[in-house]
């Protein structure tokens, strides 16, 4: 039998090419963009939660990745101040914008008072100074380099709002792009508000007691571990699961329509030899098996070059345009599973016209 699949895959080398490349599209769709998108938000995620502070006090749904709320009153940092094991705090406001220049994703911006961040956090500024007037702002080195900025550069934030750049910090966390609190207030017109407060315990401290006081003197707020923020980031973009649902339908569509044309037109050319192989004793349930083996190894050969061309294409993209991307054994065995599946499906009504020919009549009109 696999001889005789191979052989008919041989037959018409041109077809058999172009229906592989479609099923190695849809392949390509659901590993690169699922890989691109959970590298790029759990990147996020994890840079998010780069704090020495071991809770982050917050109000529900402030810390989603797509949230920009600055709802959290700064009146708390002094409240949380006087909680028993509390070392220090320092106020953030986050803001999240559609990435500049082209590039594909999000910008997140951080407003922070520089000094306590930088203290609590191990961070240090490398060039320049901290940001001081509402114009200005320090970058990572990361973004430096991407941006092709020097100290002094402009850039423009919160639409066409221009912002000097002062300093260069690191280790990169949070935000790439930090202002101060003040002046993100102001751009924001909300005074006296952040996004969320980070809470540095005393040496010794135990996080759970010090998290259950918090929660009893501030009721109605949210407390963060920061040891439990750096999870799957897809499981806190509720859209993202969405979009990556639909790419997997788009890959099975795919997969199956090239599939289904290919193994029909097929059928439809091969009517003399199916009539011939019916004619020699073969069964009904011999020619879906052959129908349906060649749409298996079209699969097959399919899920190799996409994932080739996935692999391949991911290490192209992340050199030029520095995108972090995170391969899922999950959603690759997702993708093996629609090609295949897809392709099987795809040729299950050719199979089916191909096995009722009746050989008389074609050998009749042959």
Same mark, same amino acid.
């Given at each position: 039998m696999l001889e005789l699949v191979l052989a008919n895959l041989k037959v018409r080398p041109f077809r058999t090419l172009i229906s592989v490349i479609g099923v190695a599209l849809g392949v390509v769709l659901v590993v690169l963009f699922t890989g691109l998108a959970r590298g790029m938000t759990n990147e996020m995620a994890k840079r998010a939660a780069n704090w020495k502070a071991e809770i982050v006090f917050t109000r529900a749904g402030s810390m989603d990745l797509t949230s920009s709320n600055l709802n959290v009153s700064t009146a708390y940092v002094e409240k949380l101040n006087q909680i028993d094991g509390v070392e220090s705090t320092v106020a953030v406001g986050r803001y999240i914008t559609p990435s500049t220049k082209g590039r594909f994703g999000i910008q997140q911006l951080d407003g922070v008072d520089w000094q306590p961040f930088a203290a609590m956090n191990g961070m240090q500024l490398v060039e320049g100074r901290e940001p001081k007037a509402n114009d200005e702002v320090i970058l990572d080195q990361r973004q430096m380099t991407d941006d092709k900025l020097k100290l002094g550069d402009s850039i423009d934030l919160f639409g066409n709002k221009k912002y000097k750049v002062v300093g260069v910090f690191t280790p990169p966390s949070?935000?790439?792009?930090?202002?101060?609190?003040?002046?993100?207030?102001d751009v924001?017109?909300? /005074?006296?508000?952040?996004?969320?407060?980070?809470?540095?315990?005393?040496?010794?401290?135990? #996080?759970?007691?010090?998290?259950?006081?918090?929660?009893?003197?501030? /009721?109605?707020?949210?407390?963060?571990?920061?040891?439990?923020?750096?999870?799957?980031?897809?499981?806190?973009? /509720?859209?993202?699961?969405?979009?990556?649902?639909?790419?997997?339908?788009l890959?099975?569509?795919?997969?199956?329509?090239?599939?289904?044309?290919?193994?029909?037109?097929?059928?439809?050319?091969?009517?003399?030899?199916?009539?011939?192989?019916?004619?020699?004793?073969?069964?009904?349930?011999?020619?879906?098996?052959?129908?349906?083996?060649?749409?298996?190894?079209?699969?097959?050969?399919? #899920?190799?070059?996409g994932l080739i061309v996935a692999f391949a294409a991911s290490f192209g993209i992340g050199r030029a345009f520095e995108l972090a991307f995170e391969f899922s054994s999950g959603w690759v065995g997702t993708a093996i599973f629609i090609a295949i599946g897809g392709s099987l499906f795809g040729a299950l009504y050719p199979a089916w016209r191909a096995s009722a020919i009746d050989p008389v009549e074609v050998m009749a009109n042959e």
């Open positions: 949070g935000s790439r792009i930090k202002m101060s609190l003040a002046a993100m207030q924001l017109e909300q /005074p006296g508000k952040c996004t969320y407060i980070l809470v540095k315990l005393r040496n010794g401290a135990d #996080v759970d007691a010090v998290a259950a006081r918090i929660n009893e003197a501030l /009721p109605g707020n949210k407390v963060n571990l920061t040891r439990d923020l750096v999870i799957d980031a897809q499981e806190r973009i /509720p859209a993202l699961n969405t979009f990556l649902k639909i790419l997997v339908g890959g099975a569509f795919v997969s199956t329509i090239f599939v289904l044309l290919s193994m029909y037109t097929t059928v439809t050319e091969r009517r003399k030899e199916i009539g011939i192989l019916k004619s020699l004793g073969a069964s009904k349930a011999f020619i879906i098996r052959a129908i349906e083996g060649e749409a298996f190894m079209i699969g097959v050969f399919g #899920v190799i070059l």
